[in-house]
C-alpha cells in the first residue's frame, strides 16, 4: 500500500464495527475520500480526538486499491467555537453535507475545500449574519459545479442594460422585453442584483467581507430557496433541523 499526506477538511465520522469509524475527507489532492480509521473508538486512541467533522489539516493515509485506511492527523482548525454555538453547527453540518453532495473522489475539488474553509471562518465571525453566509455558500457552491443562474445579462436575449426579473425556471435574469411568458419573476432590488452578481464573481477569498440590508437578504433567501428546490433536488438532514430552530 502506498502512504501519501492530504490536506482537507472531515465532513462525517461514522462507527463501523466495535471499534472503527469511517471518515469522509475533503481533499485538496484527491477530492472526497473515505478512509477507515480502525480504533478510533477505542478510549485514548490517537484518532480519536482528530476526526470529528470540521476538522481541517493533514491527514496521512494508506492507499489500498479500493479503500483509504487512516494512519495520523495533524489539526490545524477544529473550529471547536462551534462546539458552544449549536446553530452555528448546525449550520456547519449543513455545509458539510452540501459538500459531500457535490464532490467526488478524484476530483478537483479544491475551490470547494477552499469555499468550505472560508465559510466555516466565516461562522465563527460574529460579525456576519449566519443566513448571510448561508446564501453566500449556496450560490458559490452551485457556481463552482457549473450551475449558476446568469445574473449579469438576459437569459433569453443577452441583452445587460434593461432591468428584469429574476426567473427560477429560466435560470436567472430575464429582461423586461422578454418577460412576457414567464411567470415566476421575481422582482429584486438593485442591491440584490448587485449582491448575486458580486457573489458569483468574487474569489471564494473576498466572499465574507461584507453585510446586506434586511431587504436584501430577504430577497437572497427567496432567490436561493427557489433554485435550490429546483437545481439542487435534495433533502438535507441538518436544513430540516436548521429550519426548526432558526
Not at 52 to 74: C, D, H, I, K, M
Amino acid at each position: 500500500m502506498n502512504q501519501i499526506t492530504v490536506m482537507g477538511m472531515v465532513l462525517s465520522a461514522v462507527p463501523i464495527g466495535e471499534y472503527d469509524k469511517r471518515v469522509v475527507i475533503l481533499t485538496r489532492e484527491r477530492g472526497k475520500i473515505s478512509a477507515f480509521a480502525r480504533g478510533a473508538r477505542k478510549p485514548g486512541n490517537a484518532l480519536s480526538g482528530v476526526i470529528n467533522p470540521f476538522s481541517f489539516g493533514e491527514f496521512t493515509v494508506y492507499e489500498g486499491r479500493t479503500s483509504y485506511t487512516l494512519v495520523s492527523a495533524s489539526i490545524s482548525n477544529y473550529f471547536a467555537e462551534l462546539r458552544e454555538d449549536i446553530e452555528g453547527a448546525y449550520y456547519g453540518f449543513y455545509f458539510v453535507e452540501i459538500a459531500s453532495y457535490y464532490c467526488r473522489e478524484a476530483n478537483d475539488e479544491r475551490e470547494m475545500l477552499k469555499l468550505l474553509y472560508q465559510t466555516m471562518r466565516a461562522l465563527i465571525n460574529e460579525k456576519i449574519p449566519n443566513r448571510l453566509i448561508r446564501y453566500i455558500y449556496e450560490l458559490k457552491a452551485i457556481c463552482i459545479n457549473g450551475e449558476a443562474p446568469q445574473v449579469f445579462q438576459c437569459v433569453v436575449c443577452g441583452d445587460k442594460e434593461r432591468p428584469g426579473k429574476f426567473s427560477t425556471l429560466k435560470g436567472g435574469k430575464v429582461c423586461t422585453h422578454c418577460i412576457r411568458d414567464v411567470y415566476d419573476g421575481l422582482e429584486l432590488d438593485p442591491s440584490t442584483w448587485y449582491t448575486l452578481q458580486y457573489i458569483e464573481s468574487a474569489k471564494v477569498e473576498h466572499l465574507y467581507n461584507f453585510t446586506v440590508s434586511d431587504l436584501v437578504l430577504r430577497e437572497l433567501a427567496m432567490v436561493m430557496g427557489r433554485y435550490m428546490d429546483v437545481y439542487v433536488d435534495h433533502q438535507f438532514k441538518s436544513l430540516e433541523i436548521l429550519k426548526l430552530m432558526t
